[in-house]
Each structure stands twice: as C-alpha cells, then as structure tokens.
C-alpha cells in the first residue's frame, strides 16, 4: 500500500484515492516522492505550493522552502492574505527558506533563513543540503519545495542544473521528505524538460482551467477543473 500524506489543496486528495474496492484507501501525494508541477506562468503553481507547505506544518511535518521567483517576505505577506500564518512556525524552527530570488527586500539571514543567488547553484545546493540535514535530523518526515527550478535554469548551464537537480532528490528522498518543483513549461530547451519529467515520481500539469496529473505513482491519469480564489486553488470533481 501507498502512504500517502494531505496536500492542503481543496479536491486534489479526493481527485487522487485509488480505486480500493474496500474504501480503506487514502488520496494525496504519496509519501518520499517528487512531484513536478508545471505549467505556463500565473495558472496557481505557487499557491499550489503554499497551501502544500502549510499543509505539513499543521501536522507538525517542518518544511524546507527554495524560493527563486518571489523574495520569502513576499510570499509571507501572500500566505498571510489566504489566511495561512507562518510566524509561530517560524519561530518553532518548523519552516527554513533559502531565497534566491533577486526582486524586492530580503529578510536578514539567519538559522532559519538563507540568502543565496540563482546564478550560483553550488551555493543554494550546499545551503539546501546543510537545511536538509537540520530539518530531518528530529523529524521522520518533512516536506521540500522548490519555487521555482525555471530562474535556475535561466541563469546557468542547463546539464550543470540537471546535476544539482539530482542531487537535490537524492538528498531529499534519502532523508524521509517529500517535495514539489514547480517549472515554467515551454521555457527551457524541450530535451531539457523531458529530462526533469524523468527525475520526478510524479508530474502535474497546469493551465489556469484544468489541474492534470499526468503520472503518480499507485494512480492512473486523472484531470479536474479548479479555481484560483483567495482560499487558494479549488479544484472541482473529475472530468
């Protein structure tokens, strides 16, 4: 049987029970797995990731969070706005970031939170890995984002970012978590994207309309409407 844990997105984990003639099975992401979701730019894939974070510290699961896109003190304004407040966790020691954006104000760096940049992926690796060691040190589980793996590639050799990318993985599946990775489709080279599809367990697709999982493991391919509200992204039942 497949562990799998909550997502947090209103829909996915009923959309994602496998079909158990006794009812007894679970939906949700299925535990110590990559998930790549992916999609064109502003359809939801960073709410899907923030409610997917929250989600985990709720249930006492600590979360190590790549931002590449938005600077963490604007996401922190933005998961404050869906009603999704980090500041006891983060004064628990229960959520780490390393930003690497390079818009807006950073926060001061700090144990639970790093400075990095995306054109230096030696650095946001070693700072991910020293983050992974912490954060599973006391916890059996935890969970990992990556928001996005499209500014990295942007910036730097793209088989060097495959190599850093796989070593991301093996790290976190080595120490108990679960991740998501979010990527813009279209924006790097196709034989590039057909290689991180590769990497990942398991692969969502997104539009704006339709939230489509292409692959996961223990599921067949199944595809739902969904919203984006100030709740967060809503999905409806399965087409």
Do not use: W
Not at 168 to 194: F, M, N
């Amino acid at each position: 049987m497949i562990v799998r844990i909550t997502s947090g997105i209103t829909g996915f984990d009923e959309l994602t029970v496998p079909g158990d003639d006794l009812g007894f099975a679970l939906g949700g992401i299925p535990e110590n797995t990559i998930t790549l979701l992916y999609g064109p730019v502003g359809v939801g894939k960073s709410l899907f990731c923030h409610s997917f974070t929250y989600e985990g510290l709720s249930a006492d699961e600590p979360c190590l969070y790549l931002t590449t896109d938005q600077n963490f003190s604007t996401i922190y304004h933005n998961m404050e706005d869906l009603g999704l407040s980090l500041q006891e966790y983060m004064e628990g020691n229960m959520l780490q970031v390393i930003d690497a954006s390079s818009n807006g104000e950073k926060m001061e760096d700090s144990p639970i939170h790093q400075s990095s940049n995306v054109k230096n992926p030696t650095d946001i690796l070693v700072k991910v890995s020293r983050g992974i060691n912490s954060i599973s040190q006391n916890n059996p589980r935890f969970r990992g984002v990556v928001d996005s793996i499209t500014a990295i590639l942007e910036s730097n050799d793209e088989m060097l970012i495959m190599r850093v990318l796989k070593s991301y993985i093996l790290r976190v599946k080595q120490a108990g978590g679960t991740a998501i990775i979010t990527h813009t489709q279209g924006s790097a080279d196709p034989r590039t994207e057909i290689i991180i599809k590769s990497m990942a367990d398991n692969i969502i697709r997104v539009d704006g309309k339709t939230l489509v999982i292409e692959s996961m493991k223990g599921l067949s391919r199944k595809n739902a409407p969904y919203e984006i509200t100030r709740e967060g992204l809503i999905l409806g039942k399965e087409e």
